[in-house]
Nanobody, 114 residues
Framework: QVQLVESGGGLVQPGGSLRLSCVAS????????MRWYRQAPGKERELVAH????????DYADSVKGRFTFSRDNAKNTMYLQMNKIKPEDTAVYYC???????WGQGTQVTVSS
C-alpha cells in the first residue's frame, strides 16, 4: 500500500525559509519520479516541482524557480522541498505525489504571514 506522509509545514514570515519532507512507503521509492504540488485557498492544485528517480533532474514552476529546491534521499525513502525567500502567495497546502501510482499524501499547511 502506497503511503506518503508530509511534514515540516507551519507559519513563516515573508522572506523566511521552511523545509518540507515527505516519507514514502509501500513501494520502491528509488524507482519512481516524484512531485510536489500545492493548493492555495480557493484555487486549483498546481504542480510545484518534479524530480527524476535519482534526483539528477528537477523542474520547477516559474513561480518558485530560484527559491525552492527539490531533493531526495533514496536511502531514506524521503524527499524534501527547501523553500527559501518565501512569499505570501506561497501560502497553501503542500502535497507529495507519486505519478506512477497516482497517490497523494495528506498534505502539510504552509502559511506565510507577518
Amino acid at each position: 500500500q502506497v503511503q506518503l506522509v508530509e511534514s515540516g509545514g507551519g507559519l513563516v514570515q515573508p522572506g523566511g525559509s521552511l523545509r518540507l519532507s515527505c516519507v514514502a512507503s509501500g513501494f520502491t521509492f528509488s524507482n519512481y519520479s516524484m512531485r510536489w504540488y500545492r493548493q492555495a485557498p480557493g484555487k486549483e492544485r498546481e504542480l510545484v516541482a518534479h524530480i527524476s528517480v535519482d534526483g539528477s533532474n528537477t523542474d520547477y514552476a516559474d513561480s518558485v524557480k530560484g527559491r525552492f529546491t527539490f531533493s531526495r534521499d533514496n536511502a531514506k525513502n524521503t524527499m524534501y522541498l527547501q523553500m527559501n525567500k518565501i512569499k505570501p502567495e506561497d501560502t497553501a497546502v503542500y502535497y507529495c505525489y507519486v505519478p506512477r501510482f497516482g497517490s497523494w499524501g495528506q498534505g502539510t499547511q504552509v502559511t506565510v504571514s507577518s
